[in-house]
């Protein structure tokens, strides 16, 4: 089991749960996600048990995201008092929820998002359909799958592409990336590669989120805080033409392996 310093990975499933942890200073309330085959438990943060409370956490997210897209997704830009103004809390309170400030606001965001993201990728990856329906249709289709949960959650874009995030997030976004990776593969196999469908699995999962990278951005269309909506943009010219580059590398991986393209 991959151990790492807030992230542990467990057994595959597509579940998530809570659970209370001690630690030396005392009871702590740990956020819990299992992501693919992954758990991931964050420390730090202390879930307000009021309704309040849990409004303030909610802006307290809608500020980070907003002030991630405000800043180009440069997260080194943004502070604890810009969190907490904008928010429109006291810092204090930041720190009474979130131990260390911004760094747990982000690590807490990431598990919130993409656990849902798991939830909806988990359906997709295992329908039996999509080696079926051939391998341009399940790039396609995955894709687009993405995009859709960017438009949903535009605080996704910004938790996993964010260039300078703190390590814990560095770290759980690697395993969340091979755990994606080990998906991937067994796609593959159901399309006949062998061993090699672990590098096939590899390149298409980088490419596609540098792709994302590359041609996707969130934008703030109502920066209002009570009528606050953001936005995805995307360059579909230029993710069309990754998207068609990817399909060809997988045509010459078939003709590669001797297995007929589908």
């Not at 998002?113 to 359906?123: F, H, K, R, S, T």
Request: some cysteine; glycine content about 6%; aromatic content about 12%.
């Amino acid at each position: 089991i991959p151990s790492f310093s807030a992230c542990q990975a467990s057994h595959t499933t597509f579940t998530r749960v809570s659970v209370t942890a001690k630690q030396p200073k005392g009871v702590k309330t740990h956020y819990t996600v299992i992501m693919l085959s992954t758990s991931v438990i964050v420390s730090g943060y202390k879930p307000p048990r009021q309704e309040r409370g849990r409004q303030a956490v909610a802006k307290i997210f809608d500020a980070l995201i907003y002030l991630l897209s405000k800043h180009d997704n440069y997260y080194g830009s943004v502070t604890n008092q810009d969190i907490a103004d904008e928010a429109g809390i006291k810092l204090s309170s930041l720190y009474q929820w979130f131990e260390k400030g911004k760094d747990t606001v982000i690590m807490v965001l990431a598990v919130e998002l993409l656990a849902g993201d798991a939830e909806v990728y988990g359906p997709f990856f295992t329908n039996p359909k999509r080696t079926k329906e051939g391998i341009a249709s399940f790039i396609r289709g995955l894709n687009q799958l993405t995009l859709d949960i960017y438009v949903e959650r535009p605080g996704c874009y910004a938790v996993l592409h964010c260039p300078d995030v703190p390590k814990e997030l560095i770290e759980f976004r690697e395993v969340m990336r091979q755990q994606t990776i080990q998906v991937l593969a067994e796609v593959f196999k159901g399309f006949g590669f062998g061993p090699r469908r672990y590098l096939i699995a590899t390149a298409i999962n980088d490419i596609m989120y540098f792709m994302h990278q590359k041609f996707t951005r969130v934008v703030v269309v109502e920066p209002k805080r009570k009528k606050r909506r953001f936005e995805v943009q995307f360059d579909q010219e230029g993710q069309a033409e990754v998207e068609k580059a990817l399909i060809s590398y997988l045509r010459d991986a078939f003709e590669s392996e001797n297995l007929p393209y589908r």
